[in-house]
């Protein structure tokens, strides 16, 4: 045998030790960035859904105020509505709403057309509708700028509607409450079943919720004497959490 020439049997050897080598490389990066294990619970597992909530007075309110306006044509029926938008906005400036509060939402135009029975729809004329939104911080003033946009020409509005301009700390409050609510219940639960709570295993938070006052529909009529009564009432804000205790 020639001692040069190699083997077969040596060249599976190099071969298959390469391919197991291929075959546990993915194998060891896996083991690498493997999650660790969670570790089990040695006890009673109890879920608890639990909502902590807190009141506060709205600072801010938001009002939806718009112009319709009707004309035999598109451009008439846009000029108009332009200029009543005008006075509108300038009424809001002067009642102190800064340019940052002051937002268009939807500027419109359509046809309007008059139906009849076996015959072709009429077009009558057009329809252009323009509409803002108004954030103000001052809430006591809310009654005197609705008053307002009437007077400069504004048929359509709708709010106020109240918030919080940051209500980081009171949810943050409402998180508190709602740790503790769940901790007092874990304990009822424990002290119900002859158990103790050995410790809180997980927390999940399921979204922040808030309620306000539902916006109303205001009058357009101005008032003789006072402007248009609002009231603001409270904020509730609300947390709800899902906790995970261990109980033995």
């Keep these: 045998m020639n001692p040069l020439r190699p083997r077969a049997g040596f060249h599976c050897a190099i071969a298959l030790s390469a391919a197991a080598c291929a075959a546990a490389l993915p194998a060891i990066a896996a083991a690498q ?38 004309a035999a044509t598109a451009s008439a029926a846009l000029a108009e509505n332009a200029t009543r938008m005008t006075a509108t906005i300038a009424a809001l400036r002067r009642a102190g709403v800064a340019d940052r509060d002051i937002q268009s939402n939807a500027i419109n135009l ?28 001052d809430i006591k003033r809310a009654g005197a700028i609705l ?26 409050e409402a998180r508190t409450a709602a740790v503790a609510a769940a901790r007092t219940r874990a304990d009822l639960y424990a002290r119900a079943a002859g158990l103790t709570v050995r410790r809180i295993v997980a927390i999940a938070e ?43």
């Design 110 to 137: 359509s046809p309007q057309y008059r139906y009849g029975e076996n015959v072709p729809p009429v077009l009558t004329g057009y329809q252009a509708s323009n509409q803002v939104s108004i954030r103000f911080r």
């Design 147 to 172: 008053d307002a946009l009437v007077q400069a020409g504004a048929n359509q509005i709708n709010g106020p509607a109240f918030s919080l301009d940051k209500p980081a700390a009171a949810l943050d």
């Design 33 to 70: 960035v493997a999650p660790l294990p969670v570790a089990t619970l040695g006890g009673t597992r109890l879920d608890i859904v639990a909502t902590g909530e807190v009141a506060r007075a709205p600072d801010i309110a938001t009002i939806s105020a718009g112009v319709v306006t009707q």
């Design 206 to 248: 399921d979204g922040e919720q808030s309620a306000q006052p539902r916006p109303m529909m205001m009058a357009m009529a101005r008032m003789e004497k006072d402007s248009t009564p609002v009231q603001a009432g409270e904020q509730t804000l609300a947390i709800t959490l899902r906790v995970t205790f261990e109980l033995q």
